[in-house]
């Protein structure tokens, strides 16, 4: 098979970010690559484990000379988040990701490129491939799950573990040492009911409301800039026309991951005849002032009202606003800054997804925080809510905030490596989004073990979206800085 990364360089590392480009690693699909990885380490006869969560450790002894340096890990994680344009027609359970070099940037053909954390898979396969690369003794961890509440780390067994610097791989950026990032947890709130037969439909229509054509985004990194997400967009419509005549919801859905915010949303609403027009009419109106509120951060929104066929079934106008009433008072968007001068998100939160199922209406949200604190109040404010509204509540996959560390000497070295391999020194820095460190660091501390941590990354764009992209060049420099740091650690 021809490869379309061929001439890049470093050669290895693109040959590894290819392989494992063909392997589908959606987030729960993830024991065809695992099963790479172990076939990688048993085919070099290097010692590698796998748990029942499927994340796999491989260890490298340490080069000559390196016997008696402190004991790397170097981290990333398997599992990517699945997403494609609209009509690409691409079956992430067993399709290859269509890679496609486009100028100085590598992305994909219509899907998300799994750059996040792909780029980290490659490189550490590359380092393990090559025996002249000097090192101390590595454990390299390849986890499950990172992108839906990092369950491979969740489930893992730290006394798998021996080393004393964690460098993890997985931060879309190549110009600062991450030394700590934000606790996150999934939330859930389930409104149980049935549809009912719609009553005398004679006497009613049917509206389709679309939104879609948001810019979208990682729910981390691009809360801070105020982008529209569709379930709130859908949520403040809703209420509207619900403000002029009652509505019955017949169907409703938007987002698509937890972790990303929304790009698009719909729902069909019953309403009398009489009011019909005007409800189309005044969604009409609302949709040139969201156009003109959000012309920078979501310039081609596109949203639609359009008659449609009856349906057979909706939800009590009762539901209905109980539904509408969460769309719009479930937490969501920027909530604090980490600073005075507003540069950094401190809390946050978003309403990734809304679905039905048999049971009813599910609403899925992520709420991120740099603070314990902050994340206690935003979720007693959701369960309070839910309480309020008579519905169901439920938070899982609470991930702690890795917590920044002043004495680290693990960071100062990586700055002055940094520093004497590219000539400038880089900034140490806090980021809004989870990232497993502060997991690890908590489930090893249980244990006794005091673990130093930092993670470094390669510059991408518009990572958990269609648009993602990696800056070629930049997976070089990541790669380079990787072997610098494990020649000079110690």
């Not at 920044?404 to 000497?409: C, G, L, Q, T």
Request: net charge negative; hydrophobic share 35%.
């Amino acid at each position: 098979m021809e490869r379309v990364l061929s001439g890049l360089h470093p050669e290895n590392v693109f040959y590894f970010f290819e392989e494992i480009s063909r392997i589908p690693r959606c987030s729960g699909n993830e024991q065809a690559i695992s099963d790479y990885l172990v076939a990688f380490a048993k085919e070099r006869r290097l010692k590698v484990k796998r748990d029942a969560a499927l994340n796999v450790v491989i260890d490298k002894p340490a080069s000559p000379g390196y016997e008696d340096r402190p004991k790397v890990i170097l981290q990333g994680h398997m599992d990517m988040v699945c997403v494609k344009n609209l009509g690409v027609e691409h079956d992430f359970e067993k399709d290859p990701i269509e890679l496609v070099i486009d100028g100085e940037f590598l992305r994909a053909n219509g899907t998300s490129l799994g750059a996040d954390d792909g780029n980290a898979i490659a490189i550490c396969l590359a380092i393990l491939d090559n025996d002249e690369i000097v090192h101390p003794a590595l454990e390299v961890v390849f986890t499950t799950g990172e992108e839906v509440g990092m369950q491979g780390v969740m489930a893992m067994d730290v006394t798998m573990l021996d080393g004393d610097y964690w460098i993890s791989l997985d931060y879309s950026q190549d110009s600062d040492v991450l030394v700590s990032s934000a606790g996150s947890s999934n939330n859930y709130f389930t409104v149980k009911t049935a549809k009912k037969a719609i009553g005398h439909p004679k006497s009613k229509k049917a509206l389709c409301i679309r939104i879609d054509s948001l810019t979208s985004g990682h729910s981390g990194i691009e809360i801070i800039k105020g982008r529209a997400n569709a379930n709130r967009i859908l949520g403040e419509i809703l209420s509207k026309l619900e403000n002029i005549a009652p509505i019955e919801l017949a169907e409703i859905s938007g987002g698509t991951k937890n972790n990303v915010i929304p790009a698009a949303a719909q729902a069909t609403i019953c309403c009398e005849t009489e009011v019909a027009e005007q409800l189309k009419q005044v969604t009409e109106d609302l949709v040139k002032q969201l156009k003109l509120e959000y012309c920078e951060t979501d310039p081609i929104m596109n949203v639609e009202c359009v008659f449609c066929e009856m349906p057979e079934y909706a939800y009590s106008k009762v539901v209905t606003k109980t539904v509408v009433t969460l769309l719009n008072l479930v937490p969501n968007g920027l909530q604090n800054y980490l600073d005075v001068s507003r540069t950094f998100t401190k809390s946050s939160a978003n309403l990734g997804v809304v679905y039905e199922t048999e049971q009813g209406v599910e609403m899925q949200s992520m709420t991120r925080s740099n603070s314990e604190y902050e994340h206690d109040q935003i979720l007693r404010r959701m369960e309070q809510l839910a309480e309020l509204c008579g519905v169901e509540y439920r938070c899982e996959g609470r991930i702690p905030v890795w917590e920044y560390d002043p004495n680290s000497s693990l960071a100062r070295q990586v700055q002055d490596i940094w520093e004497r391999l590219r000539g400038t020194r880089p900034e140490t820095n806090i980021i809004h989004a989870g990232v497993e460190t502060g997991l690890i660091i908590g489930k090893m501390r249980e244990q006794g073990r005091m673990l130093q941590a930092i993670n470094v990354g390669v510059r991408n764009y518009d990572v958990h979206t269609p648009r993602e992209r990696m800056e070629i060049t930049s997976l070089g420099r990541t790669y380079e800085l990787i072997i610098g740091i494990l020649k000079e650690i110690q």
